[in-house]
C-alpha cells in the first residue's frame, strides 16, 4: 500500500522561500504521477504542480508558473517542492499526491494522499 509522508511546511514572510519534502514508500512508481495539491481555508483543493515519474516531465499551477520547482529522487522515493518569491496567497495546507496514471493529475485521479503540512505566509 503506498503511503506519501510530506514535511518541511512552517511560516515564512512574503518573498520568502520554502522547500516541501515527500517520501513515498509502499510501491513501485514507475506508472505514476506524482505531485502536490494545496487547500486554504473555504477553498476546494487545488492543483500545484505534478511529475510523471518515469519520464521526469513536470507541470505547473497557472498561479505557481516560474516560482515553484518540482523535482524527484528516483533511488530515494522522494518529491521536493521548492517554493520560491512566497505570496500571502500562498497560504495553505499542502498535499503531496500519487495517482496510477499518465495523465494530467487531477484530484479525480489520485489514488494516494499525504497528510498535509501547513505552509503559511506573512504580508
Known amino acids: 500500500q503506498v503511503q506519501l509522508v510530506e514535511s518541511g511546511g512552517g511560516l515564512v514572510q512574503a518573498g520568502g522561500s520554502l522547500r516541501l519534502s515527500c517520501a513515498a514508500s509502499?510501491?513501485?512508481?514507475?506508472?505514476?504521477?506524482m505531485g502536490w495539491f494545496r487547500q486554504a481555508p473555504g477553498n476546494e483543493r487545488e492543483f500545484v504542480a505534478a511529475i510523471r515519474w518515469s519520464e521526469g516531465n513536470t507541470y505547473y499551477g497557472n498561479s505557481v508558473k516560474g516560482r515553484f520547482t518540482l523535482t524527484r529522487d528516483n533511488a530515494k522515493n522522494t518529491l521536493a517542492l521548492q517554493m520560491n518569491s512566497l505570496k500571502p496567497e500562498d497560504t495553505a495546507v499542502y498535499y503531496c499526491?500519487?495517482?496510477?496514471?499518465?495523465?494530467?493529475?487531477?484530484?479525480?485521479?489520485?489514488?494516494?494522499w499525504g497528510q498535509g503540512t501547513p505552509v503559511t505566509v506573512s504580508s
Open positions: 509502499g510501491g513501485t512508481f514507475s506508472g505514476y504521477t
Open positions: 499526491a500519487a495517482g496510477e496514471t499518465r495523465l494530467i493529475l487531477t484530484t479525480s485521479r489520485v489514488d494516494t
